[in-house]
């Protein structure tokens, strides 16, 4: 892991930071015994409820999808008759159990939407508050942002968002479900446009900060990236413009096949075959999603992120909504030197963009790297929509 030292940070943060540093955290426990208070556990009792005689009609409502939600998961045409018993549609029992196992492991775990608005406040009250301390001198920048407030807000996203409470709900699903129930595969399109309208507000209130420091599968591959292992190798970036393009191309085609414009097979998604969220749930239901796991897991040694920045739709959508970011990494143009030390800082091209003053920048994850390396004191993490430099690095 990167070097953490965390003593001079605190010590020097004044005693407004410090009330601010305890008001989050009681804020934080406050909303935690909320969500545990609220949430149920609402999940059916599992696949000894059903048997192979019983028909789609009869067993969809009681796991929450659609009949042709349902048709999907046993991977029949999703208009097939939802009134025949299964025996009759040739489905066997091991097929109907491995079905039901499947949607039940989507059912959202409602306390995780509580935590992921915990870790988001954290995050963003580190980085416009109590990251910096008050009237320090721009020569002790290096002691600002410490690592590990980061490093803990990560690992409590990959441990208890991630395998204490499962893969669902997070950012990637809530966006391919609100797709999947415009299709028929979810009976309640509002509840999922909603889900999604959640994980859209916090990319938007910090830039992309729910992808920064709450989506499990993004802090392990972060906390991968932290391993201070072949650095060398990590100054090399991957061409923002190719990346997007996959990720682009990706979604785009993922919607094709879900409407089934191509392939022919409506509520077909190619996602599901590449869910690196499955991980969480120890789900590996197809070669083809263990080899995302461990393919984006390795590449992390030496590139950021590489399942955000190639693959995932959510990274792609939520990096089309980084413009209306409320707080985010801001510039201050009058001071830039275009010394260049924030753009080596970044692993992405993004601190590159910003300092260019280009209106489609690369991803920002708000992850700090830049904040405390420039000279001029010309970097902030603050509110506000005013242009960056608009002046070119030569
Ligand atoms: S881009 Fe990365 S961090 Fe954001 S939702 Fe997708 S997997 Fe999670
Ligand atoms: S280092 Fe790059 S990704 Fe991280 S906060 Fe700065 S601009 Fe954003």
């Known amino acids: 892991m990167e070097k953490i ?37 609402s999940k059916p009792k599992g696949s000894v409820d059903f048997n192979i005689n019983m028909s789609i009609q009869d067993i969809a409502p009681k796991l929450g999808v659609t009949g042709k939600g349902l048709a999907r998961e046993l991977e029949l045409p999703i208009d097939v008759s939802k009134k025949k018993p299964l025996n009759l549609l040739k489905i066997t029992d091991e097929e109907l159990h491995h079905a039901v196992e499947h949607i039940l492991s989507h059912r959202d775990s409602v306390l995780k939407y509580y935590i992921y608005a915990i870790l988001v406040l ?16 721009v020569k002790n920048r290096h002691e600002w942002y410490p690592r590990a407030p980061y490093i803990v807000s990560l690992l409590l996203s990959v441990i208890v968002a991630g395998f204490f409470l499962g893969k669902s709900p997070n950012p990637m699903e809530g966006l391919v479900k609100v797709f999947k129930s415009m299709v028929g595969l979810y009976p309640d399109p509002v509840i999922k446009i909603i889900a999604f309208g959640f994980f859209i507000f916090l990319a938007v209130i910090g830039n992309k900060i729910i992808c920064g420091w709450a989506c499990p599968f993004g802090a392990l591959q972060e906390l991968i990236y932290s391993v201070p292992i072949l650095k060398k190798i990590k100054q090399k970036k991957l061409p923002f413009v190719l990346t997007n393009a996959i990720r682009a191309g990706l979604f785009f085609i993922m919607l094709f096949f879900l409407f ?44 950021y992120r590489p399942f955000c920045q190639v693959i995932c739709p959510f990274g792609f959508v939520s990096w089309i909504v980084e413009r209306f970011s409320v707080f985010r990494v801001r510039i201050d143009k009058e001071k830039c030197t275009q010394c260049g030390a924030c753009i080596k800082a970044c692993p992405l091209e993004a601190a590159k963009g910003k300092v260019e003053g280009k209106r489609l920048t690369a991803d920002c994850f708000s992850c700090a790297r830049c904040l405390n390396v420039c000279s001029v004191d010309a970097i902030k993490y603050g509110f506000g929509c005013k242009r960056d430099l608009t002046k070119k690095i030569h």
């Open 5 to 41: 030292d965390n003593n001079s940070w605190f010590s020097k943060i004044s005693f407004k930071q410090r009330i601010w540093l305890f008001a989050t955290v009681a804020v934080m426990l406050a909303i935690i015994v909320f969500g545990i208070l609220l949430s149920s556990s």
């Open 122 to 137: 954290f995050g963003l009250v580190f980085l416009t508050r109590l990251g910096r301390p008050d009237g320090a001198n």
């Open 260 to 303: 089934g414009i191509v392939g022919g097979r409506k509520g077909f998604v190619i996602y599901h075959y590449i869910n690196p969220f499955n991980l969480f749930n120890m789900d590996f239901e197809s070669f083809s999603i263990l080899l995302t796991v461990i393919i984006a897991l390795v590449v992390s040694f030496i590139a």
